[in-house]
């Protein structure tokens, strides 16, 4: 059977039609939908009710599985494979962990030694508009510098913070800020990154970046404002509208996202990733 695929945006993303990723897959076939994983840095398959255990047998397919060891809170309690994004309260009443994650732009686990080579992220309550994400093909971000900007940042490194910026800044957040920093020493990431599989170049920076290595933040930040702004241009992104039982699967070695908070915050958001492991890259820094 040959893959039916429907690009999602100019930029990035195709919608694999006509899968059901629970159903036993041959080596050959899987390896076509791998291959449009690599050409579109995002597959997005639509109607997907599967269980825990269907989403983690599936994810397996394109490696080993990361058990979440960087972020203990947010796992779940008995399938430490898959990480909770959710507005759910714990069965305490009190708000969920997870309730930001992602509310900046960032490639999953940039932050630590290992970075992801890519996520599935399955959503499973939807609220009735908005919580999209958005996701940017950082190929085409790289590409479409200058020479001369591409020079500049040829041997540059960002440091990668864990945590995000609106738990920094909540009162309620700084307690699991101060436990993300020391569960996650900053991890200094190449800025320009050859993609292991296609050798192809692209940007590795984010909203998780405050300065590069050794220059100061004063130094750093207008460089990195410029290269964000530039990546999240509208030519370079596509926005995802979920829909309940969708499955969008990225790789985060030439793509970013973002999970807006565009909703009803009274209405429940309830997502779970899994974390496929990735090669190593980057290294520490006394911060
Ligand atoms: C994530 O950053 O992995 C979560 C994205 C989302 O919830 O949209």
Known sequence: MALKLRKLSYALGAEVCGVDVSQPMSEAFFGEIYDAFLD???LLFRDQKITREQHIDFSRRFGELDRHDALPRDRHPDYPEILLVTNEPKPDG?????RYTGRQWHSDMSFTLVPSLGSLLRGITIPDVGGDTVFANMYLAYESLSDGMKNMIADLHGIQLSGTRKINSEASGVPRAEEQKKLNPPVAQPVVR???????????????VKRFDG???????????????????????YRHQWRQDDIV???NRCTMHLALGDFDETQRR??????VLGTPSGYVVND
């Open 194 to 208: 050859v993609h292991p599989e296609t050798g192809r170049k692209a940007l590795y920076l984010g909203d998780k």
């Open 215 to 237: 220059l100061t933040e004063p130094e750093s930040k207008p460089l990195i404002d410029y290269l964000n702004q530039h990546a999240t241009r509208f030519e370079h992104i």
């Open 40 to 42: 579109n840095g995002i």
């Open 94 to 98: 009190s708000p969920s962990d997870s």
């Open 249 to 251: 699967v990225w790789d």
């Open 270 to 275: 309830h997502m779970e990733r899994t974390t």
